[in-house]
T-cell receptor, first 111, second 118 residues
Framework: RKEVEQDPGPFNVPEGATVAFNCTYS??????FFWYRQDCRKEPKLLMS???SGNEDGRFTAQLNRASQYISLLIRDSKLSDSATYLC????????????FGSGTQLTVLP | GAVVSQHPSWVICKSGTSVKIECRSL??????MFWYRQFPKQSLMLMAT?????????EQGVEKDKFLINHASLTLSTLTVTSAHPEDSSFYIC??????????????FGPGTRLTVL
C-alpha cells in the first residue's frame, strides 16, 4: 500500500464549479501535511499547509482528520488557471523533513 | 522569496555518458537538500537526502554508485548520473530546506532538469 494515496482523476469541471480532492495517508506518525500544485513539466509549488483546525486561503480550503488519516482540499469558484495536478504531501515525524508525495490528482477546468 | 535554481534545465545525452546536475540555493544557505525523480504520470520519488559536508543518505533501491551526490557548500549540491541509460530518462528535481523564524522548515523546489538518454 502506498504511504500517501490520492484519486488520480482526471477531474474535468466547468469554470465556477466547486471541486474536492481527497487524500489518505497510512503512517500514523505523519506530522505535517501540505497540498502542492504541479503544472505540466514544472516543479511542484506549495499551495497551502494543512492544519487540524482546518484552514482557508481565498477559494481554497484544506481539512485534516487525524483520526481517519484523511486530508481534503476544496476549491470553490474554480478558474481556468486552477488546471494542474494537485499533490498531497506528508512529512513523517523523525524523517528529517523528507516529503512523501501522493501520486497527484489531475484537474482540468473547462471554459 | 527563496529561490532554488537547477542547471541544466534539460539535457540529452548518449547512453553510457555521465551527466551532472547542479542545484543551488540562491538567497539562503541550505544544510539539507533533497533529490527527487519523477517519471511521466507518476509522483515525485525521493532519491536521496544531501547533507552539507557529509555523505548523502540514499533511499532504498537507489544505487549510490550510480547517482553520485556531492554537497560541498551550503548553497550547492550536485547529482551525477553515471553511465546513464535510457531507463534513467526522467525529470530530476531538487529541493532545499530553509529554516524559518518560527522554527519550521520550508522546502523550496528547483525548476527541475529533464534528462533524456538516447
Amino acid at each position: 500500500r502506498k504511504e500517501v494515496e490520492q484519486d488520480p482523476g482526471p477531474f474535468n469541471v466547468p469554470e465556477g464549479a466547486t471541486v474536492a480532492f481527497n487524500c489518505t495517508y497510512s503512517n500514523s506518525a505523519s506530522q505535517s501535511f501540505f497540498w502542492y500544485r504541479q503544472d505540466c513539466r514544472k516543479e511542484p509549488k506549495l499551495l497551502m499547509s494543512v492544519y487540524s483546525s482546518g484552514n482557508e486561503d481565498g477559494r481554497f480550503t484544506a481539512q485534516l482528520n487525524r483520526a481517519s488519516q484523511y486530508i481534503s482540499l476544496l476549491i470553490r469558484d474554480s478558474k481556468l488557471s486552477d488546471s494542474a495536478t494537485y499533490l498531497c504531501v506528508v512529512i513523517r515525524r523523525g524523517s528529517a523533513r523528507q516529503l512523501t508525495f501522493g501520486s497527484g490528482t489531475q484537474l482540468t477546468v473547462l471554459p | 522569496g527563496a529561490v532554488v535554481s537547477q542547471h541544466p534545465s534539460w539535457v540529452i545525452c548518449k547512453s553510457g555518458t555521465s551527466v551532472k546536475i547542479e542545484c543551488r540555493s540562491l538567497d539562503f544557505q541550505a544544510t539539507t537538500m533533497f533529490w527527487y525523480r519523477q517519471f511521466p504520470k507518476q509522483s515525485l520519488m525521493l532519491m536521496a537526502t544531501s547533507n552539507e559536508g557529509s555523505k548523502a543518505t540514499y533511499e532504498q533501491g537507489v544505487e549510490k554508485d550510480k547517482f553520485l551526490i556531492n554537497h560541498a557548500s551550503l548553497t550547492l549540491s550536485t547529482l551525477t548520473v553515471t553511465s546513464a541509460h535510457p531507463e534513467d530518462s526522467s525529470f530530476y528535481i531538487c529541493s532545499a530546506s530553509r529554516s524559518g523564524t518560527s522554527g519550521t522548515d520550508t522546502q523550496y523546489f528547483g525548476p527541475g532538469t529533464r534528462l533524456t538518454v538516447l
